[in-house]
């Protein structure tokens, strides 16, 4: 349905997550959930999870906040605007740390 995006809010981060998205899912709508939330340091991954379940829970996808445009770099379809309805049972959440340290939760939702 959508994928929940990392989006730490740097240029050299946020356009290689976006290259890895498009590289794999091209036409996949992407959120991102810092701008609403904030970051909580090792919570956050946690917190944009559970917001994607209870979207998918309630079949609307929430926009992401504050985004009026996208960087040229970063080519990924951002839900943006309003939200999206949902479209199907499952959604991939990606969460990174400034170490390299990686993660992607592929999770499906009744």
Sequence with gaps: ???????MGTIAG?????????????KAPVVAYKGAIGDA?????????????????????APTTNCKTVDAACSV????????PRTSDSFIKLSNTPDGRCAG????VD
């Design 1 to 7: 349905d959508h994928i929940n995006a990392c989006a």
């Design 14 to 26: 946020d356009v290689a997550e976006s290259k890895g998205i498009v590289e794999v899912l091209p």
């Design 105 to 108: 939760l592929l999770t499906r």
């Design 41 to 61: 340091g090792s919570a956050t991954g946690l917190l944009e999870f559970i917001s994607s379940i209870a979207a998918m829970r309630s079949g609307s996808i």
């Design 77 to 84: 379809n951002v839900i943006t605007g309003g939200p999206k």
